[in-house]
């Protein structure tokens, strides 16, 4: 089945940490950019990092120098480890998998940050 499936979200008090996987199947994961994006309530959808096939990373302003996304071709899976968590950070955050015309997005992880 074509499909990326995101998970470990939860919820997390401000300053906490929290590692996001986005798993691939049905498709040649290395080719493949992958994204992680977030929509809060009543927002637009948000773009927060792409990193490349061959590794290249770029970052939002709103999450650079707080989250780090990363890739393991060999486990078909992009992670995105967040740090320093704010109220502001708390969505829906979802991957997408894009090659030439060919998009993925999955369901999405909610991420709630809050004491």
């Known amino acids: 089945q074509v499909q990326v499936v995101e998970s470990g979200g939860g919820l997390v008090q401000p300053g906490g940490s929290l590692r996001l996987s986005c798993a691939a199947s049905?498709?040649?994961?290395?080719?493949?950019?992958m994204g992680w994006y977030r929509q809060a309530p009543g927002a637009q959808r948000e773009w927060l990092s792409t990193?490349?096939?061959?590794?290249?990373?770029n970052y939002a302003d709103s999450v650079k120098g707080r989250f780090t996304i990363s890739r393991d071709n060999a486990k078909n899976t992009v992670y995105l480890q967040m740090n320093s968590l704010k109220p502001e950070d708390t969505a829906v955050y979802y991957c997408?998998?894009?090659?030439?015309?060919?998009?993925?997005w999955g369901q999405g992880t909610q991420v709630t940050v809050s004491s």
């Open positions: 997408r998998a894009q090659w030439r015309t060919h998009n993925l």
């Open positions: 990193i490349a096939s061959e590794g290249g990373t």
């Open positions: 049905g498709i040649t994961f290395s080719n493949y950019v």
